[in-house]
């Protein structure tokens, strides 16, 4: 198949790489804009002048740009996630499922999102962008909703197998153990 030759692709895996490096500095950013987020409002609750406020509600704004432009390209390492999982043999069904669905959700939520920020930057207006990001959040909330029914599963799976353990055995008294961590 083309989608998994593209996918398996060693250039691909070299790219993912190189993309996971941003994960630090992607935290980094983060720290940093809701910091700027936080003492702007605490400057506006404490009645401060404007003129203070102002660069903080800049710099929030750009570390937050910076960030969406260092999530662009991010969204292949989850299609790529979704087409390993869709082709996981040993899988759960519930479980292949949800991870699939999770990482489509994210993938798509990245890719509109990478769209959208040329809009952002101002670099170039875009007609529907306030569509476009809804439809973004509907794609990552699909996501979410996807990792949640996962979560839930695996937790009543696990339950439904602590039920069928006789803890009157050493055997069952161990792999109960096992269960709770």
């Not at 993309?19 to 809701?34: E, M, N, P, S």
């Not at 869709?86 to 890719?111: E, F, H, W």
Request: one cysteine or more; glycine letters at 8%.
């Amino acid at each position: 198949m083309v989608a998994d030759a593209l996918v398996y692709h060693p250039s691909v895996a070299h790219y993912l790489r190189f993309i996971a490096t941003t994960v630090g500095r992607d935290k980094l950013i983060r720290t940093l804009q809701y910091f700027s987020r936080f003492y702007a409002w605490y400057l506006f609750r404490t009645n401060s002048p404007t003129a203070t406020i102002v660069p903080w509600e800049a710099i929030k704004k750009q570390f937050g740009l910076t960030r969406k432009l260092l999530r662009v390209g991010k969204n292949v390492e989850h299609f790529k996630a979704a087409a390993t999982a869709a082709d996981s043999k040993n899988m759960d069904p519930v479980l292949k499922y949800c991870a699939v669905g999770r990482q489509l959700g994210y993938g798509i939520y990245l890719t509109v999102d990478a769209v959208t920020y040329l809009d952002s930057a101002g670099i170039r207006p875009l007609a529907g962008v306030q569509k476009l990001q809804q439809e973004a959040i509907k794609a990552w909330i699909a996501g979410i909703t996807f990792n949640i029914v996962a979560g839930v599963y695996t937790l009543w799976k696990l339950r439904q197998k602590e039920q069928g353990i006789d803890k009157k055995d050493g055997e069952g008294v161990v792999e109960s153990k096992k269960l709770e961590r």
